[in-house]
């Protein structure tokens, strides 16, 4: 064991400060650095290179003495590693895929003339990042017409890379519209007949070059006609109103109560 540890301090990696992640781009490539220096009399033996992905893992790419093998059909012709650069083990990956995404583990195992064997693994991480997708407006209840004073919320869904920053519009996309929130979730305590009308969402994250996302609109309706029912029957006798006007303004009901 004393040997084995004597031997990988003698091999050291040159990037183990350099950066643990690699951004990638979809469709572009890459190269996931591994490199060490290399040393009169010890001789590398074998590379192999890794990657775990969310759902499986595997061996991408494996170097011995018959050769040069990529392993996982998905990377065939699109991983290499450079022949004639002595101590220079970097991966690099074409035409990147999302599913590339991963933490890839590059292992080199080295043998000296006197037989002693030496290995040492380092990982990277791989991610691409990707824009953020036309939201979706997730509703809490189906159907969105409620009696007033019902409580409700309204989510906006949308998928790329973390962080994804949404705003909430009160409105009609592309028209006047009235900035409501910057959280995903739109939430009413208690609904008001005013608040009927056009919703929508927008999504954002660093990778879209500053592209909005924009959802459809949804339509909400806040059915207030019964004022009386509002109020409760431990009210109805101390306390009477009347609907004194109702119309509609921009989609919205106003009601004009006065006591009597
Ligand atoms: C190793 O090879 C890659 C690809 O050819 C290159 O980009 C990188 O700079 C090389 N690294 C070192 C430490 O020589
Ligand atoms: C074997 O060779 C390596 C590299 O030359 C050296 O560092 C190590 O001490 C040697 N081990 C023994 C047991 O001689």
Redesign the pocket.
């Known amino acids: 064991m004393g ?1 084995l540890v ?2 990988i301090v ?1 091999m050291t990696f040159l990037d183990l400060t350099g950066p643990s992640e690699i951004k990638g781009v979809w469709k572009g490539s890459t190269t996931l650095p591994c490199a060490y220096l290399p ?1 009169e ?2 001789v590398q033996q074998t590379l192999r290179w890794t990657v775990v992905h969310d759902q499986s893992s595997g061996t991408v790419f494996w170097r011995d003495v018959s050769g040069d093998h990529v392993l996982l059909s998905e990377y065939r012709d699109r991983v290499s590693v450079p022949k004639d650069a002595p101590g220079n083990v970097s991966l690099h990956i074409l035409n990147l895929e999302i599913s590339d995404r991963g933490t890839y583990t590059c292992q080199v195992t080295w043998r ?3 037989n ?1 064997r030496a290995s040492m693994t380092w990982a990277r991480l791989l991610y691409l990042p990707v824009a953020a997708t036309k939201p979706v407006v997730r509703a809490s209840e189906p159907g969105l017409t409620f009696p007033a004073g019902a409580s409700t919320s309204l989510t906006c869904v949308a998928s790329g890379s973390p962080p994804i920053s949404y705003r909430w519009f009160w409105g009609a996309p592309g028209g006047k519209a009235l900035l409501l929130s910057s959280q995903a979730e739109l939430a009413w305590d208690s609904l008001q007949p005013s608040d009927t009308g056009e919703y929508y969402c927008e999504a954002e994250n660093r990778v879209g070059a500053g592209a909005v996302q924009r959802s459809d609109a949804v339509e909400l309706t806040v059915r207030g006609e019964c004022p009386e029912l509002l109020l409760g029957a431990e009210h109805a006798e101390s306390f009477h109103t009347r609907v004194e006007q109702l119309w509609t303004r921009d989609r919205d009901f106003i009601l004009s109560m006065r006591n009597i």
């Open positions: 040997v004597r031997a003698l040393v009399d010890v000296a003339s006197n002693t």
